[in-house]
């Protein structure tokens, strides 16, 4: 099994272009042994507790085997210890005594007429210089201020890790640049640039930095920049609180506290379903739960500032306004979308309510009145936050779009683009919408291979606002560069550079280096496994 549950692009400017390896110094170990320590300790009480209720008899004849073990083993010793008292092996290095018949004869006799130099560059017998291997690594790991990154959540046999994919859009190139292993399978990724997990950080410092939310109810923050980290740089949640604790005490009353499963203010206690980084207010990230919260990190402290129960069921997705920056708007399986802000939890915030679950919330970026609204059913709501209604059963959208026949598992809107919407399903297309004064209509759909469709999102640059990432079921990721499309070009016409003659479409992955992917088209459906061009589907053929 091999899927992509999440991406989240990574602008340029922001990656260090030589990222470090990670150097597993004395207190880094230090740091880790302490943690696993206390890991250890948790398990073996657990065990121990498990244990409790053993018959004695057994534990009795058990621990007389293993005295009856040692007993034999301590001979056994005995044994070998006098086979070698006559090779006197505790002297054997011991130096040796000269004779009268003959001369003693050092190990090094001839060290006096041996040529050295300061230095390995002198030396004319050495051809390989000092930090050649390390600057090819380091060039190996060079990324380009034209580089974009894109952060994929994947699961593949079993194992959950966060793949960072260097994106050359010049050299039509795609390749991962190194990945990060998860504890659980991830549900949502997002970008930080604050540095997290730094004792002395400057205020206007930037960073760059993932927060990753998974079945695990703890937030895992790693930094980008350092390659091959073997724990993350924090944890937002109880399994933090050891993590951050500065002394033994303060563990061992964290280590005595059992994890709960009841909802409270200060973590998460189910699956992590979405995040949203704050860009205004840089240390406060936002987080919703399969717990029914959302809660309000500081990640200066990496404690949780607040906990908001606006919702009745799973809350799945998150958005920030793009302006009024403490307004955060959140979507929820009890079919209903609150605009609240966090300043005031107490004040009766507005609702507006769907005719299934919510799948995911955007604020229009060019006009942050409007915002979106998908749902489960394939339909995408469009609503005018000043229009609030009295209640959710009265709320009506300035118009709505049956998208999908299936659940609208993703959907964006482009950064540069105004009126540039896609949407994903999993029917497995992936369709783009012009949005005008006159409402939504469809530029193109695609089925661009990568299975049920789980996660579609603009690039946020100005240089590559056209590029598309798409993932899914079969755990690959798609560049399209949708502005090589004719029916694109004819929308948005004002807007993409004119060429002459005939546009070869660009759709860019990664290259499969096993079979495993084939093996499970064989088990797909009739028709997935087609090559892409055959199954796209275009309003530009009309």
């Known amino acids: 099994m091999s899927m992509i549950t999440a991406t ?33 300790e948790d398990a073996q009480e657990d065990l121990d507790q498990a244990r409790n209720g053993a018959d004695g008899a057994e534990n009795s004849k058990s621990s007389s085997s293993v005295e009856k073990r ?11 210890d006098d086979d070698l008292k006559e090779y006197d092996l505790e002297h054997y290095d011991s130096d040796v005594k000269e004779d009268d018949k003959g001369e003693g004869m050092a190990m090094f006799g001839n060290v006096k007429s041996l040529a050295y130099h300061d230095s390995n560059a002198e030396d004319p017998y050495i051809t390989l210089k000092e930090n050649e291997e390390d600057e090819e690594d380091r060039e190996e790991l060079q990324i380009l201020a034209t580089d974009n990154l894109l952060l994929a959540a994947k699961v593949e046999d079993e194992v959950a890790h966060l793949e960072v994919y260097v994106y050359e859009d010049g050299a039509d190139n795609l390749y991962v640049h190194h990945d990060v292993m ?25 960073g760059n930095y993932a927060a990753v939310g998974t079945f ?48 409270n203010d200060d973590y998460h206690v189910d699956a992590i379903l979405s995040l949203a980084a704050n860009r205004h207010h840089r240390n406060l990230l936002a987080s919703s739960s399969a717990d029914k919260t959302v809660k309000l990190w500081d990640l200066n402290t990496r404690k949780c500032a607040k906990s908001y129960s606006y919702h009745t069921d799973k809350v799945c997705s998150l958005a920030w306004h793009p302006k009024e920056s403490t307004v955060l708007l959140s979507g929820s399986y009890d079919r209903n979308v609150v605009a609240a802000d966090m ?141 090589t499309n004719a029916a694109v070009r004819r929308a948005f016409a004002g807007r993409v550079a004119p060429v002459e003659g005939e546009v070869e479409e660009r759709l860019l992955g990664v290259e499969e280096d096993s079979s495993d992917s084939e093996e499970e088209e064989d088990g797909e459906e009739d028709g997935e496994g087609e090559p892409r061009q055959d199954g796209w589907e275009s309003m530009d053929e009309d």
């Open 343 to 483: 300043r005031a939890p107490d004040a009766k915030a507005p609702r507006w309510g769907v005719e299934s679950d919510v799948e995911s919330v955007r604020w229009d970026p060019h006009d942050p009145n409007f915002f979106y609204i998908s749902t489960e059913n394939g339909v995408v709501h469009h609503h005018d936050v000043r229009l609030a209604p009295s209640s959710p059963e009265a709320s009506k959208p300035i118009w709505t779009l049956q998208a999908h026949d299936e659940s609208i598992s993703s959907f964006d809107i482009n950064p540069i683009i105004p009126g540039f919407l896609t949407t994903g399903s999993t029917d497995k297309q992936v369709k783009l919408w012009n949005v005008q004064a006159s409402g939504p209509s469809m530029v193109v759909s695609r089925d661009l291979g990568v299975g049920k469709v789980f996660s579609t999102n603009f690039a946020p640059d100005q240089e590559v606002g056209f590029r598309l990432a798409v993932a899914g079921s079969k755990g690959t990721v798609q560049i399209w560069d949708t502005s």
């Open 70 to 80: 040692s007993i034999s083993a301590s001979k056994l010793n005995e044994d070998m």
């Open 182 to 206: 998860l504890p659980a399978i991830p549900l949502c990724v997002e970008w930080l640039n604050i540095p997290v997990g730094k004792d002395i950080v400057d205020k206007d410092s930037t």
């Open 216 to 263: 695990d109810p703890d937030i895992e923050i790693w930094d980008l920049d350092t390659v091959d980290s073997m724990y993350p740089n924090a944890i937002l949640g109880q399994g933090g609180e050891d993590h951050n604790a500065e002394s033994e005490v303060a563990q061992k009353k964290k280590k005595r506290r059992k994890k709960s499963k009841k909802a």
């Open 8 to 40: 989240a692009w990574v602008p340029r400017g922001f990656p260090a272009p030589f990222p470090t390896k990670y150097d597993f110094d004395e207190i880094e170990f230090e740091r880790i042994s302490k943690l696993a320590k206390l890991q250890l």
